[in-house]
């Protein structure tokens, strides 16, 4: 009885009815944890079809290609102090650097004449001074102005914001852990407030950024109904990218106890959000590759239309704790056979335009 409804309301979210927000969270408490899972005689199918579903839903809308796009972490300083990060400001385990912006030049050159035209910027709050950015986006543009660039660098004042938009940046992604705020007091310091958080992304969509969301799942006081919030809150704002990142615990957090996120967990809001979301660009997150070997595969497989490389040079990656944030190479072979076998084909450039005639792409690899 209980398989059957919950495929019911796979179906009708699949057929873009409405779903309260209390069903929603009845089908993620289905893949929170592995008890539930094991609880219930036919989870795995229901988990098959919920994926399959969003599979045939980015084909319908991206067909058969995914994206490729490039990060670098630009520093690893921050001015903040979340409880479940290795880089907030307190850790003081691990030697700090800003890249300059002759570096994150050479960093993106050899991925830029191989055609790819996607690159996003990251940091922490305050990690550069924000007319060192300013300058660093206008020499970027001035060297790649047929480059789409997307800065993460937490939030800053509209001042800022506005003169990083004029110096040519397209896009802005901020980090959220939650949307409840009895939650984010518990994974923040007093003085950072949800509400300057959530002012900053319309704030940015106001001064005219393209904004993406990125939302790290499986961080502890999560359950299954804020992430029914979650869900909500991203269709209601409607964000032009989304990535679901798996909590992977830093041994230099307050949370270095805490279980990672599980991929199945990833994998089935992922799909969630594809059926909720058809025109959403979806990163399938370079973390996805810490906490399974076919990580951005299964990211694939669960409705994401693109894939996010972390190209920050090894000698900076090595500035961070001893976690393994995923595969580095945009021009893997594997990944090359592994999307070819599966009928997918990769593809370099992408013009934001969520519909799919407008798609400006490379050849193919
Ligand atoms: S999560 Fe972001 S804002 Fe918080 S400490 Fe880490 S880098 Fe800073």
Redesign the pocket.
């Given at each position: 009885m209980q398989v059957k409804h919950l495929k019911s309301l796979i179906n009708r979210i699949d057929y873009g009815n409405n779903i309260s927000n209390d069903e929603l969270t009845e089908l993620i408490s289905l893949f929170y944890d592995e008890y539930s899972m094991a609880d219930l005689e036919g989870s795995e199918d229901l988990l098959m079809l919920l994926k399959s579903r969003a599979r045939a839903k980015s084909k319908s809308v991206w067909g058969n290609r995914i994206y490729q796009h490039c990060m670098i972490e630009i520093s690893n300083r921050?001015?903040?102090?979340?409880y479940?990060?290795?880089?907030?400001?307190g850790n003081t385990e691990i030697p700090r650097y800003n890249l300059k912006k002759s570096e994150i030049l050479e960093t993106i050159k050899p991925y830029y004449k191989v055609g790819i035209r996607d690159f996003i910027l990251l940091?922490?709050?305050k990690a550069h001074k924000s007319d060192e950015i300013t300058d660093i986006v206008h020499y970027i543009k001035s060297y790649y102005p047929d480059t789409t660039l997307t800065l993460g660098l937490?939030?800053a004042d509209k001042k800022a914001y506005n003169e990083w938009r004029e110096a040519g940046a397209d896009k802005y992604m901020l980090?959220e852990e939650t949307i409840d705020e009895a939650r984010y007091m518990m994974l923040?310091p007093a003085y950072?407030k949800l509400e300057k958080q959530v002012d900053s992304l319309y704030d940015l969509r106001n001064l005219g950024y393209q904004v993406d969301m990125r939302f790290t799942l499986g961080t502890p006081y999560q359950s299954p109904d804020s992430l029914a919030e979650m869900l909500c809150f991203i269709k209601d704002f409607g964000p032009s990218s989304v990535a679901l990142s798996p909590f992977v615990p830093s041994p230099d957090s307050e949370f270095r106890h805490h279980n990672e996120c599980s991929l199945t967990l990833i994998t089935a809001m992922t799909s969630l959000l594809r059926l909720l979301m058809p025109k959403l660009i979806i990163p399938a997150t370079s973390t996805m590759d810490a906490i399974s070997e076919q990580g951005t595969i299964q990211g694939i497989l669960s409705g994401a239309n693109i894939t996010i490389h972390n190209i920050t040079p090894d000698i900076y990656r090595n500035y961070r704790s001893d976690i393994n944030f995923g595969s580095v190479n945009p021009v893997d072979e594997a990944l090359i056979l592994g999307l070819d076998k599966l009928g997918y084909e990769l593809f370099y450039r992408h013009d934001y335009d969520t519909k799919r005639s407008s798609c400006a792409h490379a050849p193919r690899i």
């Open positions: 921050c001015q903040n102090d979340c479940y990060c290795d880089i907030r400001h940091s922490g709050e937490g939030i980090r923040h950072m």
